[in-house]
């Protein structure tokens, strides 16, 4: 989930700041859950042993991160990169660079001091990373992040990509969401998706992809990217339909199954073309039988690296 904040129209807002208030210490903003789980009544589940999380932000001063000084060595580590594709880079992606960006953190549940650290994203500070919602059932949105970012990378590879994961089950907590931005620019990638699903009310179902939208401010300047990225959202979100079957969200986005937000570091933040993209909704039964079923990411996944392979061969 990526919750809303106060630059966003006053519908979305009222959820969000429920959701502020309602699960502050649990979805922590910035790039995932809390707008739909305060319209649902109900606080996100982090996943297992995610609301002990809440209230025992115990983790010693030293790991806390620092800009300006060495992090921990586990929560630092160089982005995971890719092996280089079996057989060479021959492929129709040969000498395209994709960043994958999986949201959130499996383990971000107990970092909540860490997570809630402001960082800077040009035209304001945000939390550094969030929690990211679940399924009733409990299985958490950052694993199904991770899940489908592997099988995403394994398409792309087999296309000759070189592939870039943010992390990689390699961090205790995080990225930040500047970071997460800096390393799709540091890679100068072609392409940058963010996956994540959504945490909203029951009834809500289906994708869309996130846009981002004119922003300058600080090291925020969306100027070169807005099309560009409009582009690739608009290729994923159209074959997002045709690998999964599934329908544009009828919540967001008026049915076409794209939005434009301002007020996400990660796209703020980004020199290269970058979306999000909520695959489904955890918190309504439906859409959680697919997000939970490992044949339905792979088709996830499928429409995903589609939509990247049309964007990228142009
Ligand atoms: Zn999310």
Redesign the pocket.
């Known amino acids: 989930?990526?919750p809303y904040d106060e630059s966003v129209p006053p519908t979305r807002r009222r959820r969000s700041l429920l959701a502020a208030t309602a699960l502050a210490t649990v979805c922590l903003s910035a790039?995932?859950?809390g707008a739909g789980d305060a319209g649902a009544g109900a606080p996100a589940r982090p996943g297992p042993g995610g609301s002990a999380a809440a209230t025992s932000p115990s983790t010693p001063p030293s790991a806390s991160p620092s800009k300006s000084a060495p992090a921990p060595k586990k929560t630092s580590p160089s982005p995971t990169r890719s092996a280089p594709p079996a057989g060479g880079n021959s492929g129709p992606l040969s000498g395209k660079t994709v960043v994958i960006d999986p949201?959130?953190n499996p383990n971000n549940h107990l970092h909540t001091r860490e997570i809630n650290r402001q960082v800077d994203i040009g035209t304001t500070h945000k939390e550094c990373d969030?929690t990211?919602?679940s399924t009733n059932s409990g299985y958490a949105?950052a694993r199904f992040?991770l899940d489908v970012s592997h099988r995403l990378r394994t398409l792309l590879q087999k296309q000759g990509a070189k592939v870039v994961l943010t992390y990689d089950n390699d961090r205790t907590y995080g990225p930040c969401v500047d970071e997460r931005a800096r390393i799709g620019n540091e890679a100068r990638a072609d392409a940058v998706v963010s996956v994540?699903?959504d945490g909203s009310a029951v009834g809500n179902r289906g994708f869309h992809v996130i846009l981002p939208g004119p922003v300058r401010g600080g090291a925020a300047d969306t100027s070169k990217i807005v099309e560009p990225s409009r582009d690739l959202g608009t290729r994923i979100a159209g074959l997002f339909v045709r690998a999964t079957g599934s329908a544009p969200s009828n919540y967001v986005g008026g049915n076409t199954g794209l939005d434009v937000r301002k007020d996400l570091g990660g796209l703020n933040l980004s020199t290269v073309p970058k979306v999000f993209i909520?695959c489904g909704n955890m918190r309504d039964p439906k859409d959680a039988a697919l997000l939970t079923s490992a044949g339905w990411r792979q088709k996830a996944a499928q429409g995903i690296a589609d939509g990247i392979s049309s964007y990228l061969n142009g």
Do not use: D, Y
């Open positions: 989930m990526v790039a995932g859950c949201g959130h969030t990211g919602t949105e992040t994540h699903a909520e």
